[in-house]
């Protein structure tokens, strides 16, 4: 065992309060390192304990428009002196960039939908103009829970926006179209994943909105739009073939701890559009199934902190 303490990197308190319960369950503190602000001296060592990054792509819709970069800069320290990192470089440089989400999905065996990135308003009309007919997804490569997402039932509005310079942005200035994946009932999945494992999967109720933030701070309001729980956690919703190309995409991108969203065609078939590694999680559907992902979270936390971090043996000397 060790003492060694368990770090939290993020930029919104707002939503530590569960982990905050699973790690007093546990008998166990955390150092709250927030990332909203900071300097770090690159010549100094780091503390010691493991570290465990949740920082969000949409940290700029709360001020906090340089978090993410910043935070790459931590961990690239903490990485440089050996400082073990859950969701380390390889997490955060994809939290931010979801166009080398899909990418790395498709290398991965996962199915994704269609997807083209463009750079300026210019390029984003050229991608239109070839689009075929039918509805088409509009995203900010950079976004966090859904923000800036619009669906269009025509590629040519999508010109004509483009052209007018009226089309919503990302921060880092790529675009991204995108096929629409029509479902049969408009509900989509989110499978958690725990350390590169399957936890649990949730059905969500999109009610027509793409914003579909699971925390407990965000659901009062989604519950109201829907008129009904937006978040159920269901069985049998990733077949194993589907989760294991899952699963090998996260073990290929350093990803231990997400939430992975995809959408099943008129034929059933699924497309991953998303992946969050900054995940939370919906507590009226963890209470409904009787299960707790951040306790199974904290506790892994623990576990890989007891085990990278444990003293080794000693060896008795012979006399």
Not at 12 to 28: D, K, S, T, Y
Not at 133 to 162: H, M, T, Y
Request: aromatic share 8%; proline share 6%.
């Amino acid at each position: 065992m060790t003492d060694q303490p368990i770090h939290v990197i993020h930029e919104n308190p707002e939503w530590l309060p569960p982990f905050e319960r699973a790690f007093a369950v546990r008998g166990e503190a955390f150092v709250d390192l927030d990332l909203s602000d900071g300097a770090i001296d690159l010549a100094a060592e780091p503390p010691a304990g493991l570290f465990y990054n949740r920082m969000s792509a949409s940290a700029h819709s709360r001020g906090h428009r340089y978090s993410p970069e910043y935070a790459s800069a931590v961990i690239a320290w903490l990485e440089a002196h050996g400082r073990p990192v859950i969701n380390g470089s390889g997490a955060i440089s994809l939290e931010v960039n979801k166009a080398a989400q899909l990418a790395k999905l498709k290398r991965a065996g996962v199915p994704v939908p269609r997807t083209v990135a463009a750079l300026g308003d210019a390029r984003v009309a050229e991608a239109a103009k070839l689009w075929d007919e039918g509805p088409v997804i509009v995203k900010p490569n950079r976004g966090g829970k859904g923000l800036g997402i619009q669906l269009f039932e025509d590629a040519r509005e999508v010109v004509e926006r483009a052209a007018a310079g009226t089309l919503q942005g990302s921060i880092d200035g790529i675009t991204l179209l995108q096929d629409y994946i029509a479902t049969a009932d408009g509900s989509v999945t989110r499978a958690e994943f725990i350390g590169g494992k399957l936890f649990y999967a949730v059905r969500i109720d999109t009610g027509g909105t793409f914003e579909l933030c699971p925390a407990d701070v965000c659901a009062p309001e989604e519950a109201e739009a829907t008129g009904g729980p937006v978040f159920t956690v269901v069985e049998n919703a990733v077949e194993p073939a589907f989760q294991a190309s899952i699963e090998r995409f996260l073990a290929d991108g350093g990803i231990d701890i997400a939430g992975v969203e995809f959408a099943r065609d008129a034929q059933g078939r699924p497309f991953v559009y998303d992946v969050n590694t900054n995940t939370n999680y919906n507590p009226d559907a963890e209470a409904a199934a009787g299960v707790s992902a951040p306790q199974a979270l904290v506790d892994y936390l623990i576990r890989e902190r007891n085990r990278r971090l444990a003293a080794p043996k000693v060896a008795a000397g012979r006399g």
